[in-house]
């Protein structure tokens, strides 16, 4: 027996197999896609989210994890306290959260906290998503706000710009041990 009910936009969340995405969907996640390219510039795990009312952005950020050292500095966190700062208040209900990559449990939980109407995210994250994946704390009923999930918007976009930033990385690691491996002859000239 619940003893409220969830909040009304909360209600028949999940469709997780809508075939074509709403063109202001596609629109607003081509722009966290474009913020992800960015963190991938600056050697952060893509990732990108936008905060928008409508088709109107209200925030925008990127993966800043490595340039904030700060274990928090997710995008969609990032992209909520800026919604926040923006809007004056800690309540983004109505609004909806674009992001390339499936939350994991902190920034899901962030979204819930913040009343967020709605999320829309590209790639799903087998090992860390907390919106369907590990975990699906945005439909979890217990909670008392819910929001929409709409998954796989833009999603091979998103699995192509993670794919490659991980092969760069790999490919500059391997470079750099194969460097390393000759260290050992000891060529003091
Ligand atoms: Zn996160």
Known sequence: MRPAEPDREARDGGDDSAPSPDPTDLRLMARALAMASRAALRGEVPVGAV????????????NRRESARDATAHAELLAIRAACARL?????TGLTLYVTL?????????????????????AADPKAGAAGSLFDIPRDSRLNHRPMVT?????????????EFFRAKRSTAVRASARGAGAPRESHS
């Open 51 to 62: 905060i928008a009312r409508g088709d109107r952005v209200i925030a925008a950020a990127s």
């Open 88 to 92: 004056g208040g800690w309540r983004l």
């Open 102 to 122: 499936e939350p994991c449990p902190m920034c899901a939980g962030a979204l819930v906290q913040a009343r967020v109407a709605r999320l829309v995210y590209g």
């Open 151 to 163: 998954a796989g918007v833009l999603e091979e976009a998103s699995v192509r710009l993670l794919q």
